[in-house]
């Protein structure tokens, strides 16, 4: 079947947008949080509208939108093209019973804090709240929650998109779908883009270049295209109409077993309270894990003691799990709930049940939590998460420094069935020691993505850490997984072989098919996801 929609022309006038060539100005949007090398650029463009970011598209040779710039790929390194930020179109617009309406430049935490202001939520959310609506559109990002929430694209009701030529698409979902093509009309012509025949891997959170399906809508094009299609510059998110409780446990473990037993348990105890509706079930948001490497990192940088957190000499792995409660549980009744759930005649409660759950696999009493309200503490276990990231962050920033100034971040964002989680980390761990490489894992455990991360200490160690990354590429295939969950691909050289790897080159030409429909003069982020043939 071939689907089709017309699209208009911009609202409103281009006014002359304010871009600027000074490089003083432009320093400042040369890097990503990738810190990809290398980014130069012939301008940046502060658009304020639609028609703006219509004028900038027709009058220069290569664009690059960017958001907040907090890729991990590279996507939002300019090289080259005029950079288009989306900064100023950050315009909150009507909050619905279940959706808001927001331009693409708004922050994260500002949506929050708009929707907290209405008693809604939008929860599936990456772990940087300083990230922009439209980037997270951009590359179908996805946080700790994808377990109960999903990804972006489940959220995303409706785009406003600027296609290369200036003409303007409004997509709702539902409205456009095909199997075989899309045909959009445009002002004197007619886009035909064949839908990619390529099969995504059954896993929950995948992030590898175009997305494909049979009757797919329209509208999964644009998510997770990574700027190489169009501007979005207006979203519409599905919201809920009421925000949960949170309760956060970080709870460390001896054995890796014992740990993946429990997320086990803790993830069928909250399909089946989704499943029931049971008032008294666990209701497991996200779990995440780090590994003993990670551990050994708090204690080094005295994270732990910083965070209120003693972490045992013998923990192995620990995970931090987020349990939603009724939206009216307040921090007494948890306290209450804690003390008691050892009693026999403790009531039946989520928090209760979940205690519960840690004393059966003999963690009750290591527990750290953070209930209810307790913001302060909340914070503090947050802290600890994420001071993994930054503690490898810090040391790959010393060794590129004293030792070699080629040496990057090496690390991967992978991700498997989750009762495939075991073997994926004995994979990595195997892989890692026959390489003599330093590295750590932690991850989104609940939805079995997991993210290696090599520590390196020489050039040497970067270079074998990329060819660990390929072959745990294809050990995740063959598990039925994706080498590309959350991240994206960007311009990073090894996500771009993992995608092609994953897809084969005739999966890669599909891609460029649909871009070369779109974007016949590749001025759309060039370089992003795949090279221009
Ligand atoms: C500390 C930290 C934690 C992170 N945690 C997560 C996580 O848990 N999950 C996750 O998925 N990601 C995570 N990320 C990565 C990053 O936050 C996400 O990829 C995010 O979606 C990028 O948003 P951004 O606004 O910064 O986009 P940018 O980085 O500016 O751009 C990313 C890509 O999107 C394109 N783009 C941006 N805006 C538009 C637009 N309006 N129209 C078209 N294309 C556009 C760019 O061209 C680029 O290719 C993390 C990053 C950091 C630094």
Same mark, same amino acid.
């Given at each position: 079947?071939?689907?089709?929609?017309?699209?208009?022309?911009?609202?409103?006038?281009?006014? /002359?947008?304010?871009? #600027?060539?000074? =490089?003083?100005?432009?320093?400042?949007?040369?890097?990503?949080a990738a810190h990809?090398?290398? !980014?130069?650029?012939?301008?940046?463009?502060?658009?304020?509208?639609?028609?703006?970011? %219509?004028?900038?598209?027709?009058?220069?040779? %290569?664009?690059?939108?960017?958001?907040?710039?907090s890729?991990l790929?590279?996507?939002?390194?300019?090289?080259?093209?005029?950079?288009?930020?989306?900064?100023?179109?950050?315009?909150? !617009?009507?909050?619905?019973?279940?959706?808001?309406?927001?331009?693409?430049?708004?922050?994260?935490?500002?949506?929050?804090?708009?929707?907290?202001?209405?008693?809604?939520?939008?929860?599936?959310?990456p772990t940087f709240m300083g990230?922009?609506?439209?980037?997270?559109?951009?590359?179908?990002?996805?946080?700790?929650?994808?377990?109960?929430?999903?990804?972006?694209?489940?959220?995303?009701?409706?785009?406003?998109?600027?296609?290369?030529?200036?003409?303007?698409?409004?997509?709702?979902? $539902?409205?456009?779908?095909?199997?075989?093509?899309?045909?959009?009309?445009?002002?004197?012509?007619?886009?035909?883009?064949?839908? /990619?025949?390529?099969?995504?891997?059954?896993?929950?959170? &995948?992030?590898?270049?175009?997305?494909?399906?049979?009757?797919?809508?329209?509208?999964?094009?644009?998510?997770?295209?990574?700027?190489?299609?169009?501007?979005?510059?207006?979203?519409?998110?599905?919201?809920? =109409?009421?925000?949960?409780?949170? &309760?956060?446990?970080?709870?460390?473990?001896?054995?890796?077993? $014992?740990?993946?037993?429990?997320?086990?348990?803790?993830?069928?105890?909250?399909? +089946?309270?989704?499943?029931? #509706?049971?008032?008294?079930?666990?209701?497991?948001? %996200?779990?995440e894990?780090m590994d003993?490497r990670c551990l050994a990192l708090l204690r080094e940088d005295g994270a732990d003691r910083a965070c209120?957190v003693?972490?045992?000499?013998?923990?192995?792995?620990?995970?931090l799990?987020?349990?939603?409660?009724?939206?009216?549980?307040?921090?007494?009744?948890?306290?209450?709930?804690? $003390?008691?759930?050892?009693?026999?005649?403790?009531?039946?409660?989520?928090?209760?049940?979940? &205690?519960?759950?840690?004393? %059966?696999?003999?963690?009750?009493?290591?527990?750290?939590?953070?209930?209810?309200?307790?913001?302060?503490?909340?914070q503090q276990l947050l802290t600890l998460r994420e001071a993994v990231p930054a503690g490898v962050n810090a040391r790959v920033g010393r060794a590129k420094?004293?030792?070699?100034?080629?040496?990057?971040k090496?690390a991967?964002?992978?991700?498997?069935?989750?009762?495939?989680?075991?073997?994926?980390?004995?994979?990595?761990? +195997?892989?890692?020691?026959?390489?003599?490489?330093?590295?750590a894992v932690w991850g989104?455990?609940?939805?079995?993505?997991?993210h290696?991360n090599v520590i390196?200490?020489?050039?040497?160690?970067?270079?074998?850490?990329?060819?660990?990354?390929?072959?745990? $590429?294809?050990?995740?295939?063959?598990? !039925?997984?994706? /080498?590309?969950?959350?991240?994206?691909?960007?311009?990073?050289?090894?996500?771009?072989?993992?995608?092609?790897?994953?897809? #084969?080159? +005739?999966?890669?030409?599909?891609?460029?098919?649909?871009?070369?429909?779109?974007?016949?003069?590749?001025?759309?982020?060039?370089?992003?996801?795949? /090279?221009?043939?």
């Amino acid at each position: 079947m071939i689907a089709s929609v017309r699209a208009r022309p911009p609202n409103g006038l281009a006014r /002359p947008a304010a871009s #600027g060539t000074d =490089p003083d100005v432009l320093a400042a949007f040369l890097e990503d949080a990738a810190h990809f090398p290398g !980014g130069h650029a012939d301008g940046v463009i502060v658009a304020t509208s639609e028609a703006d970011v %219509a004028g900038a598209l027709r009058s220069r040779r %290569a664009i690059l939108p960017i958001g907040a710039q907090s890729s991990l790929t590279g996507g939002a390194t300019p090289m080259g093209e005029t950079i288009l930020t989306t900064s100023r179109l950050n315009h909150i !617009g009507a909050i619905g019973d279940d959706w808001v309406r927001v331009q693409a430049g708004v922050r994260l935490a500002d949506l929050d804090a708009a929707l907290a202001a209405a008693g809604k939520y939008y929860p599936p959310v990456p772990t940087f709240m300083g990230a922009f609506v439209g980037g997270t559109v951009a590359t179908n990002a996805a946080g700790a929650a994808t377990f109960k929430y999903g990804t972006t694209r489940d959220w995303v009701r409706a785009l406003t998109i600027v296609l290369p030529d200036g003409n303007v698409l409004d997509v709702e979902r $539902g409205a456009v779908r095909a199997s075989r093509a899309f045909e959009i009309a445009v002002s004197n012509r007619t886009i035909t883009v064949q839908v /990619p025949r390529y099969r995504l891997p059954a896993v929950p959170k &995948c992030s590898a270049g175009y997305f494909a399906a049979p009757e797919m809508d329209l509208i999964d094009l644009f998510i997770g295209s990574e700027g190489t299609l169009g501007v979005v510059t207006s979203v519409t998110l599905r919201v809920l =109409p009421s925000r949960p409780a949170v &309760c956060l446990v970080f709870v460390p473990f001896d054995d890796r077993d $014992g740990a993946l037993r429990l997320a086990a348990t803790l993830r069928d105890a909250a399909r +089946e309270t989704w499943r029931t #509706g049971d008032a008294r079930g666990i209701d497991v948001a %996200a779990i995440e894990h780090m590994d003993a490497r990670c551990l050994a990192l708090l204690r080094e940088d005295g994270a732990d003691r910083a965070c209120g957190v003693t972490i045992p000499a013998a923990a192995s792995i620990a995970l931090l799990v987020t349990l939603e409660l009724p939206t009216e549980t307040t921090a007494a009744q948890a306290f209450e709930d804690i $003390g008691r759930a050892r009693d026999r005649d403790a009531p039946d409660t989520p928090l209760v049940r979940l &205690c519960r759950a840690l004393d %059966a696999a003999g963690v009750l009493d290591r527990a750290h939590v953070a209930v209810p309200g307790d913001t302060a503490r909340r914070q503090q276990l947050l802290t600890l998460r994420e001071a993994v990231p930054a503690g490898v962050n810090a040391r790959v920033g010393r060794a590129k420094q004293s030792i070699d100034a080629r040496i990057a971040k090496t690390a991967a964002d992978m991700i498997v069935p989750f009762d495939r989680v075991a073997e994926l980390m004995t994979i990595y761990d +195997e892989e890692f020691r026959r390489r003599g490489l330093d590295a750590a894992v932690w991850g989104h455990i609940s939805d079995g993505n997991l993210h290696p991360n090599v520590i390196p200490r020489s050039m040497a160690d970067v270079e074998s850490g990329r060819d660990a990354i390929v072959a745990f $590429g294809r050990a995740v295939r063959e598990l !039925g997984g994706s /080498p590309l969950a959350e991240h994206g691909v960007g311009r990073n050289p090894t996500k771009q072989l993992l995608l092609r790897d994953m897809y #084969g080159d +005739e999966g890669i030409d599909q891609m460029r098919a649909v871009k070369r429909a779109i974007d016949p003069e590749w001025k759309m982020a060039p370089g992003v996801l795949f /090279p221009r043939p």
